[in-house]
């Protein structure tokens, strides 16, 4: 069965720092996606980035990327220049047959 | 654009009753997709519903069920209560499987559910 695992319950970054998120994954699916969400306070989820399995170039959407390992099967995210508004619950998430997600890591950014 | 909108916002029952939450997806997207998430556990998938037809659904007892309409919004049911399903459930929508490709998920606000 698909798993998805997140090590870290918690993570601190200050602000304007860099700060890398990690996720594994299993699967014996070859076709999937792998998303990372997050869901603020308020609760509502929002994406933040997608990966295709199929594609061998890491996923950018401004500040944030992936760093996309399939063998290892691992998707972990960077936020570069963490900004208070990033203070929130991140969920990485696979796509595939079913959907999986993670825990949830909780990040807070330190003025 | 409309996101996705849920409701109840909140629903309170009692053992043993039956729960009905709704979802409208956003204009255009024709997945729906449902999930439970109970504190401290994330999100576990229940269900996925495109075109009006169940595509999957995690592993959930046969209480759990639902359907999507014409229109394309969808109904989670929730029969004979029990406190452990008290959780936020939350409905996703996306664009469908003929668009190629598994959709990014647009997520609701939720319905909290409390079982008393």
């Known amino acids: 069965a698909q798993t998805v695992t997140q090590s870290q319950p918690e993570m601190s970054v200050q602000e304007a720092e860099t700060v890398t998120l990690s996720c594994t994954y299993d699967t014996s699916e070859s076709d999937y996606y792998l998303f990372w969400y997050k869901q603020p306070p308020s609760r509502q989820m929002i994406l933040v980035i997608r990966q295709e399995a199929y594609k061998q170039q890491n996923a950018t959407e401004n500040r944030f990327s992936v760093n996309f390992q399939k063998a290892a099967k691992s998707f972990s995210l960077k936020i570069s220049d963490s900004q208070l508004g990033d203070a929130a619950m991140y969920f990485c998430a696979y796509g595939g047959n079913q959907f999986y997600f993670g825990t949830g890591t909780s990040l807070t950014v330190i003025p | 654009e409309a996101g996705v909108t849920q409701s109840p916002t909140h629903l309170i029952k009692t053992r043993g009753q039956q729960a009905t939450l709704r979802c409208s997806p956003i204009s255009g997207h024709t997945s729906v997709y449902w999930y439970q998430q109970a504190l401290g556990l994330g999100l576990q998938f229940l269900l996925w519903?495109?075109?009006?037809?169940?595509?999957n659904r995690g592993n959930f007892p046969p209480r759990f069920s639902g359907r999507q309409f014409p229109n394309y919004s969808s109904e989670l049911n929730v029969n004979a209560l029990e406190l452990e399903d008290s959780a936020l459930y939350l409905c996703a929508s996306s664009l469908g499987l003929d668009t190629g490709g598994y959709q990014p998920q647009h997520f609701g606000d939720g319905t909290r559910l409390s079982i008393l």
């Open positions: 519903y495109d075109e009006g037809e169940e595509r």
